[in-house]
């Protein structure tokens, strides 16, 4: 039990350094290519992140393919999964950010920013009423968050 808890402490330690590492090059190299924190948060550190995720939808969605008969629990595990996680990384995570440090929210970027949080959870909210969310569904959301990266792509000097 001693050797379980110590590795967890030790995996726990490795995590925070190994994070603390990346932010800071990611704030390197948004610096270097005169790039948005907002731009370089949304691209490589939060597909970085979410690569569990993306890989649950992925697999998910191979195995339904496969067997059109798990769709219903595959679906909830796949939605559940992206957004729970997406509920906890703002909620939970964010709060105890705010306790432990602060969290500097620029006013004039907060509409860019969390705008298009909200627009993305609205839009999928939009296109799961009807039960669904099909393929021409999923192709627009990905190109909205596409347009949403070249929109900050093209602003890059703003949010550094």
Same mark, same amino acid.
């Given at each position: ?33 005169? #790039? *948005? /924190?907002?731009? !370089? &948060?949304?691209? %490589?550190? @939060? ?6 995720? +993306? ?18 629990? #595959? *679906? /909830?595990?796949? !939605? &559940?999964?992206? %957004?729970? @996680? ?6 939970? +995570? ?20 969390? /705008?298009?949080? !909200? &627009?993305?959870? %609205? ?38």
């Amino acid at each position: 039990m001693l050797v379980e808890i110590i590795t967890l402490l030790l995996g726990i330690i490795a995590v925070l350094i190994l994070a603390d590492v990346a932010v800071r090059n990611c704030i390197r190299l948004a610096a270097h290519f005169g #790039l *948005s /924190g907002t731009f !370089i &948060g949304l691209t %490589v550190l @939060s597909i970085g992140t979410s690569i569990p995720e +993306i890989m649950t939808a992925v697999l998910g969605s191979i195995n339904i393919l496969k067997n059109p008969g798990t769709m219903n629990s #595959l *679906s /909830g595990l796949i !939605i &559940g999964t992206n %957004v729970g @996680s997406d509920i906890f990384q703002q909620s939970f +995570i964010l709060g105890i950010i705010g306790i432990i440090g602060t969290i500097i929210v620029v006013k004039k970027d907060l509409f860019k920013e969390v /705008g298009a949080l !909200i &627009g993305g959870a %609205v839009l999928v909210w939009i296109f799961a009423l009807g039960g669904l969310i099909n393929r021409v569904e999923g192709f627009l959301m990905l190109a909205v968050y596409l347009g949403y990266l070249y929109y900050l792509f093209k602003h890059k000097n703003s949010g550094c």
